[in-house]
């Protein structure tokens, strides 16, 4: 089963609102990651948080990690018209799995 | 930097029909990986090898296998294909499995008719 399940499923904002989504989780972890997915392309990584770290920024990225919530959101700030895409938490599980486990994404749309 | 090249992009079969999805990076990475991603579902890991000689089974293994004899390449084979398998599938690598940006293809379209 799906380690990550994002929450909402899908966001719709205007142009310079900004954009949260959320990620819960079920086991521990050793890092949580970001990804973003343009329609019809690959995934594109977007920032890593560590277990041990509680919040990251990159530009106008800013993702919190909860362990003892098991969550992690991300918040993209002064959204743009090309931040439309999907995106996708996914876990790094503690212990050596060597696997990380997606999410099922939420499809954000930022209308111009 | 080609990075993770995927071949075919498009793919019709029929059932019953194998074939095998090309997956090649030119990173040096250990870790590759094989997902697929379908409507509502997200991604699948499929399988996952952190070497050469060495692979693993993820979420979703049924109906797929697959090799690694290089560090640079990772094929995965459909070995008869069901409708079942239809999907957009995913090739992906990183230096290691744990706590490394992973870099994905850009996608297989596969058809099962």
Known sequence: SQQGEEDPQALSIQEGENATMNCSYKTSINNLQWYRQNSGRGLVHLILIRSNEREKHSGRLRVTLDTSKKSSSLLITASRAADTASYFCATD????????IFGTGTLLAVQP | NAGVTQTP??????????????????MNHEYMSWYRQDPGMGLRLIHYSVGAGITDQGEV????????????????????????????????????????????GEGSWLTVV
Not at chain 2, 9 to 18: A, C, D, N, P, Y
Not at chain 2, 81 to 95: D, H, K, N, R, W
């Open chain 2, 9 to 26: 992009k498009f793919q019709v079969l029929k059932t019953g029909q194998s074939m095998t999805l090309q997956c090649a990076q030119d």
């Open chain 2, 61 to 104: 293994p049924n109906g797929y296998n697959v090799s690694r004899s290089t560090t640079e390449d990772f094929p995965l084979r459909l070995l008869s294909a069901a409708p079942s398998q239809t999907s957009v599938y995913f090739c992906a690598s990183s230096p290691e499995a744990s706590g490394n940006t992973i870099y994905f």
């Open chain 1, 93 to 100: 599980e503690s212990g050596a799995t060597n696997k990380l």
